[in-house]
């Protein structure tokens, strides 16, 4: 009798073991070996999951990954979002990870060229969940934007060129109030002294920004532009700046002409004095930088592109000045 006690003990001890050593594996032994990315969707399964890891990953044992994500109820809690699985994870964890939405952020950059609200929308669709035709249906609600303080007329105050810790399913919401943040924490009491210094307010500050960056990359001749056009500001001439002309036209002329200088809008500096009614790109900071820190050359009312042909400007306090840097430049355009 006491050898059967003592074989019902072992047994017992034995599968106590067992079932411990199953919860341990389970829940706090890792069954991965490397780091993956999951992206999952609405319509993801945890096949899908598990599919994917075996694609990126070292999982130890697929098994028991497929029975803790049926123990766990994975198809019915799962959620969306971007998660980072690693070599520290159980396979419990990333089941607790998918139907908790314990997400990681991805890094979201918005720069370049933002100068139309297709590129906006190809840009942010290339980096996050949503679709470039939701963005787009998106920029023309007026209700929605009005959350922003723009119209679909002109939506690029709305925006702020930066990198961002964001969660890859993100609502477009989500992405134009962490940019209202970026905005606002870039327009400091400083920064607004220096604008107004400058007369300008900081909608205003945007919009000369704006043409700026459509005039040149060239980080450090960008004063000396925005200066030209503060210039231009205080004595009462026409900006004539070609980028807001370019701008009437979508951006799809190679070259702005004489008969292009004609067209009837209020963002045509040729035609319309002071600054157009609203930005005419997205500008990074350094532009913004730049008209709060302008370079006035003693003077400078005018610029062209160089004889150089390097991307480079020179700039000139007469007209005849810049006339001659004119025909220079096109002089040697003619010989290229």
Request: charged share 20%; net charge positive; aromatic share 12%.
């Amino acid at each position: 009798m006491k050898t059967i006690l003592k074989l019902l003990a072992a047994i017992l001890a034995l599968v106590a073991v067992l079932i411990a050593y199953n919860w341990l594996r389970d829940n706090k032994m890792p069954n991965f070996y490397g780091k993956a990315e999951l992206y999952v969707d609405e319509h993801t399964t945890p096949d899908d999951v598990v599919d994917s890891l075996k694609k990126h990953i070292n999982v130890l044992s697929e098994r028991r990954l497929r029975k803790v994500f049926a123990e766990k109820k994975v198809a019915d809690f799962i959620q969306p979002g971007h998660y980072v699985v690693n070599s520290k994870h159980s396979s419990v964890y990333v089941a607790r990870m998918l139907n908790n939405g314990w997400q990681t952020p991805v890094r979201f950059t918005l720069a370049g060229s933002l100068r139309t609200y297709g590129e906006i929308a190809r840009k942010i669709a290339a980096q996050l969940q949503l679709d470039s035709a939701s963005v787009a249906a998106a920029f023309a609600d007026s209700a929605f934007l009005a959350g922003f303080g723009v119209t679909p007329e002109n939506i690029f105050p709305a925006f702020f060129p930066a990198t961002y810790d964001i969660y890859w399913n993100a609502s477009l919401g989500d992405v134009l109030e962490r940019c209202r943040k970026a905005s606002d924490a870039f327009w400091t009491d400083d920064n607004l002294v220096k604008a107004a210094k400058a007369g300008l307010s900081r909608s205003e500050a945007v919009v000369l920004a704006s043409i700026v960056k459509g005039e040149s990359h060239y980080k450090p001749e960008l004063p000396k532009i925005a200066g030209v056009y503060l210039n231009r500001l205080n004595r009462n001439m026409l900006l004539q700046a070609d980028p807001t002309v370019a701008y009437c036209y979508d951006y799809g002329l190679k070259r702005v002409l004489f008969r292009h200088l004609e067209f009837d809008s209020p963002y045509n500096t040729y035609k319309y004095a002071g600054l157009p009614p609203g930005p005419i790109c997205v500008p990074d900071k350094e532009y913004l930088e730049a008209v709060l820190n302008p370079d006035y050359g003693g003077g400078n009312l005018y610029f062209c592109a160089s004889k150089n042909l390097d991307g480079t400007h020179v700039f000139a306090k007469t007209l005849e000045a810049h006339n001659r840097n004119a025909k220079a430049f096109q002089n040697a355009l003619g010989k290229k």
